[in-house]
């Protein structure tokens, strides 16, 4: 299977099921994705929905508060979706370098191994026997104990006893999202030694995210070069790899020959797993319209992505009226007759995933 630069964004595409047969279930997108970044929890929600087959927000809603997927710090110390078999091995491969990367902010904080200790003994204490409270009710529950949770010494705490395994996401309250422990919100799955972890995670990167470079797989997972090298290894034969461009890739070796997706337009959210899972993202870059940063919201393609042939032309923003949406699109140059019509596809299927008309505007 040979491949040259201009297809690495389309094979991309495929192997992310923004194009081709998408997933029957959102769970089944998360397991393959592995964990899906979503400190935007709406974002997130319309990430999964774009890979499943008529998925609906209401139903990604469900599925978070019954706890069939959960939201932690796992990784980069930022939100993942992770489904509940994945959260443990996870955290066990992860959690150490994350906390080794909060050090200095934990001092800075004034956030101790016996303070971190005490916060986590007081939430254990105050979410045993299925209760679930939100991050100001957890703040106060601090401050009974003792412990000031001032500034950011609440989120930071909170985070410290996700990454150690021991809360996680509960059901929203309202509009409020809660914390749970982990151990009543997902049973318990078969442990993974060090090394199994490392191949499971390695496997699951390059099939679901490939074609991909070593340097995008330790940017996403916070391995390490060598750790990903061993993972490449035990993945044997599962994995493919070609060098293009000077750069060596791999990817899943059962993938198939993929069809043009020229005209496939998408409307991606904040931090979509597209965007936010490489590096090198060289390949998002059109060849022939230069990104003008100022047309992000936060200056970064990592924001809303308008995509044409998995490339990136402009961006979008999202905003509620009474009963409706206003999708605003602003691109890198005039769109064409049929770029514009793939566009409104794309807001055509944010329309059904809403359950609501998105009306696009082109300022």
Known sequence: MWFGVSAIAVRRLHAQRLVGKPFESAVDAVRWLGAVQSQDYNGAKWALGQRTNRATDAELDRLYDEGVILRTHVMRPTWHFVLPGDIRWM?????????????????????????????????????????????????????????????????????????????????????????????????????????????????????????????????????????????????????????????EYWFDAEARAVRDVSRAAHLLPNFDEYTVAYRDRSALLHPDRPVDLRLFSFGSILSNVVTVGGQVVGSWRRLATPGRVRAEVRLSGRAGRDEKAAIEQAGERLSSFLARPVDLAWP
């Open 91 to 247: 955290l066990e491969l992860t959690g150490p370098k994350i906390r080794r990367g909060l050090a200095g902010r934990y001092r800075q904080l004034e956030l101790d191994g016996d303070v971190i200790a005490r916060a986590s003994d007081a939430f254990a204490a105050a979410l045993d026997g299925g209760r679930h409270l939100t991050r100001p009710e957890l703040g106060d529950v601090l401050r009974s104990a003792g412990i000031a949770p001032d500034g950011q010494r609440l989120p930071h705490l909170l985070s410290a006893a996700s990454i150690a395994g021991l809360i996680t996401s509960g059901p929203r309250r309202g509009k409020q999202f809660t914390y749970a422990l982990l151990a009543e919100r997902a049973p318990r799955s078969p442990a993974l030694d060090r090394v199994e972890a490392v191949a499971m995670l390695t496997r699951r990167y390059f099939q679901s995210h490939g074609p991909a470079q070593i340097q995008d797989f330790v940017w996403w997972s916070g391995l390490t070069g060598a750790e990903a090298r061993t993972g490449i290894a035990l993945a044997g034969a599962a994995l493919e790899h070609q060098v293009v461009g000077g750069n």
